[in-house]
């Protein structure tokens, strides 16, 4: 939701990510074990720290909270140790050990802010508001950690019954754009919750007209306009956010148009002090989660979850998380506690599918998505991702047949359709079907005609084969234009040239494409090839033996080796073997890559 607050300001929210984690903490003192007699059991809490701080590189929180616990059980006064392991319990979202763990800094350190929230948000679980409010009243340090301990004693003091405390606590955040929008979300959020609707209707409307595209403002404002009984403006609130962000209803959005439509009257969407503290924690998480603050986004959205497990939003940004970190056995788990039936389940399934396979568990994703396209026959999307998931394997067969009942459920073809025709046709030029393949893309092309892939893909099958040269060489610098800073498409355009003799211009092109994708092996080794034939032969030596040390596909691998060793070809030998029979292999591997690095891609849930 947050991803669309304002552009300026989520990229404003990045700039605080690498201070905020030592914001939350006093840090700096203590050392990591205590001189001891026993040797060996100051090596074992090094040995735990040290790997729990390997594990917290690599992103495997999971491991670097055992391996911190672990440390911990050696030298439990240890603070600095003490912090790292709240951290890493929070960022898992183990909040039975983290509550412990904030209780023993603050006997220490009673100002210690990462401990306060963390036991201020369990006080707030337990309805202990008043305590709440204390632990959320320690001192912030930063943007991100003020606008955070503000809101979360504005919402406090909504449960105390005190609207005009909590207002003036968002007033008091006097920050950048993108922090004032956020209170002035929040400020709508608690009014309705006070039950002051006329000042929650005038603060929607304020801020859905300064951004109607942030779809979390959108459902909120349908959410209060219809448990005010007025099931128009929800339904017309709807509609404007559709058509400013590409005229689609989101999942969500669509189910909560069909309760209106229904005649049904909805609740707020958030309804509860707790609620509302939840909604601080996913809105910043997600935000922070999208700008690279991977770390800091996690803990967030795991707080949001202490609140409200089983918030569909919270615990879908929280897989993308995972997702993000290549944590795909967390992405599936975070999924699973979404529950069933949700708007968003065909999303969920698709992803869930997806890191199925890129854990290998081909089977079960396939079993997955074709329990997920019997349930609905009628929709594509789980259709389509099998085709994405069997092209990507190279099983090329099956994601034809995939694709084929995708394209049969079209009555009329439209340009958002040109996906399919260009999957499927890419798959028909790898199993060297070409006629098929060349009707799809054509079909594709037709349908959309500034789409670079289609463009790339068609022009450099035809120059690849010597038939309608200059169309393919002007589809190629077409899409050259549309996706100037593509290292691949640059290369067809170099590789085309190459194939039609003019070796200057292939140098020229290709230099360009090794610049944009240095580390991609068949670009060096095409560059290495141009270079030879204008006389650049020391270079092209060189662009070969770089292509070998960023490791190519075996048959590749000899290919370049036994140029090294004699060089190409004189060019009467090349021309007499061009024919449309005898196609360079290379060149088919490097369509191949740049079609399955571009595959349309699942749905994803935000």
Partial sequence: MWKRATVKGRRRVARFLLALPLAWSLGGEGALARTGSDAEEAKSLLGSYLAGRIARGQHDTTAASD???????????????????????????????????AKRLIEKHPEHRMARLVLGLEAAKGKRYAEALQHFSAPGNGVMEQLTLALARGWMKVAQGDIAGAIAEGDAVNQAEWARFYVRYHKALMYDVAGQRSQARQGFERIFRSDSKSFRVALAFAHHAS?????????????????????????????LAEQLANGNRVGLLVGTPSQGLAEIFYGLGEALASEGGISVGAVYLQMALFLEPTSPFTLAALANVYETTKNYEAAIAAYNRIPEGSPLQLAIDIRKAHNLNLLDRVDEAKLLLERVAARDPSDPKALDALGNMMRGRKRFEEAIE????????????????????????????????????????????????????????LGYSWVDQGVNLKQGLKLIERAVQLKPDDGYIVDSLGWAHFRLGNF???????????????????????????????????????????????????????????????????????????????????????????????????????
């Fill in 67 to 101: 391996y911190y616990r672990a440390a911990l059980s050696r030298d439990p006064s240890n603070m600095p140790l003490t912090e790292q392991a709240l951290l890493m319990e929070t960022t898992e979202g183990r909040f039975e050990h983290a509550i412990e763990l």
């Fill in 402 to 457: 995939y694709y084929s009942k995708v394209i049969a459920l079209i009555d009329k073809p439209e340009p958002k359709h040109w996906p399919y025709y260009y999957a499927r046709g890419t798959s028909y030029e790898r199993l060297k079907r070409w006629p098929l393949a060349e009707a799809d893309l054509q079909k594709a092309m037709q349908l959309s005609p500034d789409q670079s892939l289609v463009l790339n893909y």
């Fill in 227 to 255: 448990s005010a009984g007025d099931n128009k403006l929800a339904a017309a609130t709807l509609d404007e956010h559709a058509k400013k962000t590409g005229g689609a209803l989101h999942p969500v959005a669509k189910g």
């Fill in 504 to 606: 200057k211009q292939a140098v020229k092109h290709l230099e360009r494409a090794v610049e944009l994708r240095p580390e991609d092996p068949t670009l060096n080794d095409h560059l290495g090839d141009a270079f030879w034939r204008v006389g650049r032969q020391r270079e092209a030596y060189f662009q070969w033996q770089q292509a070998l040390t960023l490791k190519p596909e075996p048959d590749e691998e000899a290919k370049i080796r036994q140029k090294i060793a004699k060089g190409l070809p004189n060019l009467p030998q090349v021309r007499a073997q061009k024919t449309k029979k005898s196609r360079a292999v290379k060149s088919g591997e490097q369509k191949k890559r740049v079609e399955t690095r571009l595959a349309p891609q699942s749905p994803g849930l935000q």
